[in-house]
């Protein structure tokens, strides 16, 4: 309503001017001629002021009369406008009804177009999860293939069968980025970072063309390692795809405070300074899905990948030739291996083998976690030890003569030595073991029968003696300063020193003669030498080809 | 055949070798002797790596291959690259059992001497 006034203020403004001007002359011309009558009929006295008065009743009628003809226009022109307002107001209304139909309807299928979008996106999620889960599937089935299966020409097939999957697997990744679904797989452990850059090209059709300078053993974090991998993975399909067949596409993966830098390589096509803009927004990770070209999703999947993953992508004229691209992967996706595990153990095992005792137990398996070097160290410390604990055990065995004239030492354990004892009367057996006292065993009472009984036991003192010889050892005695305790086992007496047990000298002494069991120990401890040094020397003799 | 582990390698088997599944050379085969010749630098293959630290102490390709947790093929295409490279060097152990190397009745001999020592 309020647009109509002006309207019809401007219509009556512009109302023509003629029936006012009728209405003018005609008053005008009557006045004029009834009032000049009038006044010539009057009396001639009051002829003059007569006139001025007819005159101006004249005027105000004529003014009267003009007034009220355009009123009447006025009018006239209203009640018209009046009748087609009337007709506007009847037909907006038919629009508005309209109109609101229409909306209805739009707003209709405005709600249908979102929920079958959602659908589809959904549904799309949906197959490509359950695409992402069959890929994985095949790839471990075909995993274990390759692990069966060593003829190569199988071999060969399935590192065929393998690579399509794996390029299906990221095709089934990019759908579920875009339509909003969780991105692959999740790895439970950091990759590192030479694996990433395998795994993303294992996934792209031309990654022979591909080399990769990954000096770097840096990890990435698990939740992130498929999500960067698929970057990657794009990244260098674009690369592969948009150079020269036969040109090589080079990775470098670069420590840097910010992070880790990837840098992909080409000797392709040079983009533009608008193309690169235009990659450089489609990587943002801001683009939805009404600015995707229906053939170049990648751009658009690394974008999304970058938001979420933090990473920063950006593109720039290679040296090359071709384009160059760089994604760095923030601090924090990255960890280190710890020391234990890294490059310091691989250091120290070398260092280990090079010790002549380490090399014995450290086994070199670099596959299998090498012996850290403290653990090395306490090796090399047992190892003098040990022989150095074995020698009085083992080297009486040879020099027999203070241990058998003692007569209980093996008595308790030699059927042959009870069965003597027996034949000799049962002191002969029962009292070397309940009181062994070492000044008593000169006496003639156990000795009689002894050679006898030495001949019966010779093939069975070699199988008796470690058993009760290793305990003494243990203790750090001479076998001279034990004694038999009920068990049998050997025993030091209380305050017995090895001169107080055998003021004549120790038993095992080492000038005695060389025995066949002392040349057997040297033997063994020089074999050991040898073993710890071989490692070192790179042809042994042993395995030197005639 | 098994469910997808979550601790398997993301890399795949084909891309260890650039895609060859067969060894270009018969140099190795399961029980060869490969003995490294160099040590192993920064920017190499980790397997290779593996390989040559393995190999310091001669070892035999199964070994190599039960170690890297690697199908033999694989583990002979790698070998093969070394060896091409010259960082290690295969030695056959039949060679020391071929016909010509001892006589089996030399042996004998010695042994029946040694005894008689």
Not at chain 1, 96 to 106: A, P, Q, Y
Not at chain 1, 126 to 132: L, V
Not at chain 2, 7 to 25: K, Q, V
Request: contains cysteine; glycine residues 8%; proline residues 9%.
């Amino acid at each position: 309503m309020t647009a109509t006034t002006p309207l019809t203020r401007s219509g009556t403004e512009r109302l023509p001017l003629r029936p006012a001007v009728r209405a003018l002359l005609v008053s005008v011309l009557v006045t004029g001629v009834l009032g000049t009558a009038f006044v010539l009929s009057a009396p001639p006295s009051v002829r003059t002021p007569l006139a001025w008065c007819t005159a101006a009743g004249a005027l105000l009628l004529c003014v009267a009369a003009v007034t009220v003809a355009r009123y009447v226009q006025v009018a006239e022109a209203l009640r018209e406008r009046l009748g087609s307002l009337g007709e506007e107001v009847a037909r907006g209304d038919q629009e508005r009804v309209r109109l609101t139909g229409e909306n209805t309807r739009l707003t209709e299928e405005r709600r249908r177009a979102l929920a079958e979008r959602d659908a589809a996106l959904a549904s799309f999620a949906n197959a490509a999860g359950r695409m992402q889960a069959l890929s994985t599937g095949m790839l471990a089935d075909l995993r274990a293939m390759q692990e069966r299966h060593s003829d190569e020409d199988v071999l060969a097939d399935l590192f065929h069968l393998d690579h399509r999957t794996a390029q299906a697997g990221r095709l089934a990744d990019s759908v579920a980025v875009l339509s909003g679904a969780r991105s692959g797989r999740r790895w439970a452990r950091p990759i590192v970072m030479e694996s990433i850059l395998r795994g993303a090209l294992g996934r792209i059709s031309g990654y022979q063309r591909v080399r990769t300078h990954a000096a770097s053993d840096v990890h990435v974090a698990g939740h992130a390692a498929e999500g960067v991998m698929h970057v990657l993975a794009e990244l260098l399909d674009n690369a592969t795809t948009f150079s020269p067949p036969n040109a090589e596409v080079h990775v470098y993966a670069e420590e840097v405070p910010a992070g880790l830098i990837v840098s992909v390589e080409d000797a392709g096509l040079v983009m533009s300074e608008v193309q690169l803009r235009r990659a450089e927004s489609a990587v943002s990770g801001t683009t939805d899905l009404a600015s995707l070209s229906g053939t170049r999703m990648g751009l658009a999947v690394v974008g999304r990948l970058a938001r979420k993953h933090g990473l920063k992508v950006s593109f720039r004229p290679s040296a090359r030739g071709g384009t160059g691209v760089l994604v760095l992967l923030p601090q924090d996706l990255l960890s280190r291996p710890t020391q234990a595990a890294g490059p310091t153990a691989t250091v120290a095992s070398p260092e280990a083998r090079e010790h002549p005792f380490a090399g014995l137990p450290a086994a070199p398996a670099p596959a299998a976690p090498p012996v850290p070097a403290p653990a090395a160290e306490a090796e090399t410390a047992v190892l003098p030890a040990a022989p150095a604990a074995k020698e009085p055990a083992t080297a009486p065995a040879g020099d027999p003569d203070p241990y058998d004239s003692g007569t209980f030492r093996t008595v308790p354990y030699d059927p042959a030595a009870y069965r003597g004892g027996r034949e000799d009367g049962p002191g002969a057996h029962t009292r070397p073991a309940a009181d062994a006292e070492p000044g008593e065993t000169p006496d003639g009472h156990a000795r009689t029968p002894l050679p006898s009984r030495r001949e019966a036991r010779t093939g069975r003192t070699a199988e008796a003696r470690p058993r009760t010889e290793s305990p003494s050892s243990a203790t750090g005695t001479t076998p001279g300063a034990t004694g038999s305790g009920p068990a049998g086992l050997p025993k030091r007496r209380r305050g017995q020193t090895l001169a107080a047990a055998h003021p004549e000298g120790a038993p095992a002494s080492p000038g005695a003669a060389p025995d066949p069991v002392d040349a057997r120990l040297r033997a063994a401890r020089f074999s050991s030498f040898r073993n710890a040094v071989r490692p070192t020397d790179p042809t042994p003799e042993g395995n030197e080809s005639p | 055949m098994g469910r997808p582990g979550r601790d398997d390698a993301p890399d795949r088997l084909f891309t260890l070798t650039g895609g060859r599944s067969r060894a270009d050379s018969d140099a190795f085969d399961l029980v060869t002797l490969v003995v490294t010749e160099t040590e192993p630098t920064s920017g190499m293959q980790s397997e290779h790596r593996a390989i040559l630290t393995t190999c310091r102490r001669p070892t035999a390709v199964v070994e190599l291959a039960a170690d890297l947790k690697l199908p033999i093929s694989i583990v002979r295409v790698l070998l093969t690259d070394l060896l091409d490279q010259g960082r290690i060097s295969a030695r056959h152990p039949r060679s020391a059992a071929s016909p010509g190397a001892v006589d089996p009745r030399l042996l004998e001999q010695v042994l029946v001497g040694l005894r008689n020592l």
